[in-house]
């Protein structure tokens, strides 16, 4: 009778067949849980990244908006304050699934566009941890994506995209992250106001980036200069 090998070493196969569904088991769950909740003592935790809110996107939406930041912050932007909204934005960023157009990872080869590929160190850091790596880019990676614009650009261009770039049409609006209407299009001047949850999401987006660990800038100028 001619069986199949199967048939002869049900053995050998059912043991293969158990090893790679271990190694498919620790790739895919133990490895994530130990890279989540692994040895994480130098993080930087929200509150050291908070630290000086002096001069971030937070302090600039605290002085454009001063009554409903106030309402909102009646200390005014503490760095309690900016640990909250960071930590917010960061939520509202994997509510609204923009991980889903964005990435937070620059890729070796695209150096070019996005300045030095990512490092680990540089997401070392509680607002990056775990990192938010993205699908598929479909708009910029985003991992850096602090100070490029003006934070009043970026309170605006969430309400409406299209009416700052008439082409970004894949870009949605989020008007969600503002109380009242604001029509871009016929007064291209007005300044859109956001609540709770913009000022969350502009804070996080003006903050990207910032974390910049000494020794990983050293270590790329060294790369750069042999
Ligand atoms: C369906 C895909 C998609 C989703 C979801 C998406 N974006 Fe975008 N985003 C884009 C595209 C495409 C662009 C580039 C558009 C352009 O040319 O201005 C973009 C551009 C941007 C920019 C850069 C604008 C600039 O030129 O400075 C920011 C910031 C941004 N998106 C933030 C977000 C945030 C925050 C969310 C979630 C609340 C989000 N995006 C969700 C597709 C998306």
């Known amino acids: 009778m001619n069986s199949s090998p199967l048939e002869r070493f049900p053995g050998v196969f059912g043991v293969g067949g158990l090893l790679i569904f271990l190694v498919a088991l620790s790739v895919s769950l133990v490895l994530p849980l130990i890279a989540i909740f692994g040895d994480a003592e130098d993080t930087a935790t929200v509150e050291d990244l908070a630290a000086n809110p002096e001069g971030s996107g937070f302090a600039d939406l605290a002085e454009m908006f001063p009554e409903i930041f106030s309402d909102i912050y009646p200390e005014g932007?503490?760095?309690?304050?900016?640990?909250?909204?960071?930590?917010?934005?960061?939520?509202?960023?994997?509510?609204?699934?923009?991980?889903?157009?964005?990435?937070?990872?620059?890729?070796?080869?695209?150096?070019?566009?996005?300045?030095?590929?990512?490092?680990?160190?540089?997401?070392?850091?509680?607002?990056?941890?775990?990192?938010?790596?993205?699908?598929?880019?479909?708009?910029?990676?985003?991992?850096?994506?602090?100070?490029?614009?003006?934070?009043?650009?970026?309170?605006?261009?969430?309400?409406?995209?299209?009416?700052?770039?008439?082409?970004?049409?894949?870009?949605?609006?989020?008007?969600?992250?503002y109380d009242e209407g604001c029509d871009l299009v016929v007064n291209p001047d007005a300044l859109c106001v956001p609540n709770e949850d913009g000022i969350a999401i502009i804070a996080y987006l003006q903050w990207l980036g910032d974390y910049q660990p000494i020794e990983t800038l050293e270590e790329d100028t060294e790369g750069e200069t042999q």
């Open 77 to 177: 932007a503490s760095p309690a304050n900016y640990a909250d909204a960071l930590e917010r934005g960061r939520d509202l960023y994997i509510e609204n699934a923009c991980f889903q157009c964005h990435t937070q990872n620059v890729r070796p080869f695209e150096t070019g566009y996005y300045g030095a590929a990512a490092n680990p160190r540089e997401q070392n850091n509680d607002l990056m941890h775990p990192s938010l790596i993205g699908f598929r880019r479909v708009g910029p990676d985003l991992s850096r994506y602090g100070g490029t614009r003006e934070t009043q650009w970026v309170v605006n261009y969430l309400y409406d995209p299209t009416a700052l770039v008439s082409e970004a049409v894949a870009m949605p609006a989020y008007p969600w992250f």
